[in-house]
């Protein structure tokens, strides 16, 4: 009787075994899809660095690249199902934390990107985003010195964003 106990728990216990672990996502976008293309963002959002536009559009690529099954085009052209175009809408740094004196014991690095997302099987599609994304850091901080780390924590967020769109919005 005992035997009996094992082999029922152990052949419950394998029922319900996954068949793969992966942290790529493998099936919950439409099999149609399998090349995106990402168009160097524009930025009009004033003090802006110069090179953002094209970091945040390379952190684009690589996140969707890493996150999904997709593979990145090198061209725009037939084969690409998913095109993703954006805008830098909002770049500001705000104090978050007043102290005594209407001193900033904190900043706010917030940024912005109005994202629009083609796609061309397997019926036309159009899907936006707007992600906002900040991060805090102490006022007595130098924002040059600290500003590609402040924004490639931004990027993170935003990235995950698009991912997260792709992912749950077909």
């Known amino acids: 009787m005992k035997w009996l106990y094992v082999i029922l728990t152990i052949g419950l216990l394998s029922s319900c075994w996954p068949t793969s672990v ?3 996502d493998n099936g919950s976008m439409p099999p149609e ?3 995106f293309y990402v168009e160097t963002l524009k930025n009009e959002a004033p ?3 110069l090179s ?3 970091t945040l559009s390379e952190d684009v690529k690589d996140g969707v690249q890493n996150n999904t099954r997709l593979l990145l085009g090198t061209t725009l052209n037939d084969s690409v199902q998913i095109i993703i175009q954006g805008v830098i ?3 500001s740094i705000t104090p ?3 102290q005594e004196g209407d001193n900033a014991a904190q900043n706010r690095l917030t940024v912005s990107v109005n994202f629009e997302i083609f796609i061309t099987a397997p019926e036309e599609d159009k899907m936006t985003l707007t992600s906002t994304r900040f991060v805090d850091y102490a006022s007595s901080e130098d ?3 600290k500003e ?4 490639a924590e931004v990027n993170d967020q935003i990235v995950q964003d698009v991912v997260n769109k792709l992912l749950s919005n077909w």
């Open 22 to 24: 992966s942290f790529v």
């Open 33 to 35: 899809w399998k090349v």
């Open 47 to 49: 003090n802006t660095p």
């Open 52 to 54: 953002y536009s094209a």
């Open 89 to 91: 809408s909002n770049y």
């Open 96 to 98: 978050v934390a007043l």
């Open 143 to 145: 924002l040059g010195a």
């Open 148 to 151: 590609d780390e402040l924004l």
